[in-house]
């Protein structure tokens, strides 16, 4: 079993940034890929970004809606995966899900193991 705690979000204005973060705990020795979705009330998640690594080897992937603004990072000594968003639009705001999978999955594909959520609004 694997455990991903989201952190970060909160209530941004418009053109800002936030940074969020994705803990894994647990069962992660075998963690390939960790990655992104966002949800809105009401409507289909959507898929936001995923990172796949091999070694030292980091394959990346975005959704068309977020590429050039956000940005999605590892830290090399822990699995711990970063959400670095810019230029933030109010069609941004949603509540943003952690995934991780042992599988090399890539982009919008199912994963195994989700977070909480955290809410990340936009304020115009």
């Known amino acids: 079993q694997v455990q991903l705690v989201e952190s970060g979000g909160g209530l941004v204005q418009a053109g800002g940034s936030l940074r969020l973060a994705c803990a894994a705990s647990g069962r992660t020795f075998s963690t390939r890929v960790m990655g992104w979705f966002r949800q809105v009330p009401g409507k289909e998640r959507e898929f936001v970004a995923s990172?796949?690594?091999?070694?030292?080897?980091?394959?990346?992937y975005y959704a068309d809606s977020v590429k050039g603004r956000f940005t999605i990072s590892k830290d090399s000594a822990k699995i711990t995966v970063y959400l670095q968003m810019n230029s933030l639009k109010p069609e941004d705001t949603a509540v943003y899900y952690c995934v991780a999978d042992d599988r090399n999955r890539s982009g919008p594909d199912e994963y195994a193991y989700w977070g909480q959520g955290t809410q990340v609004t936009v304020s115009s």
């Open positions: 990172l796949r690594w091999s070694g030292p080897t980091k394959f990346v």
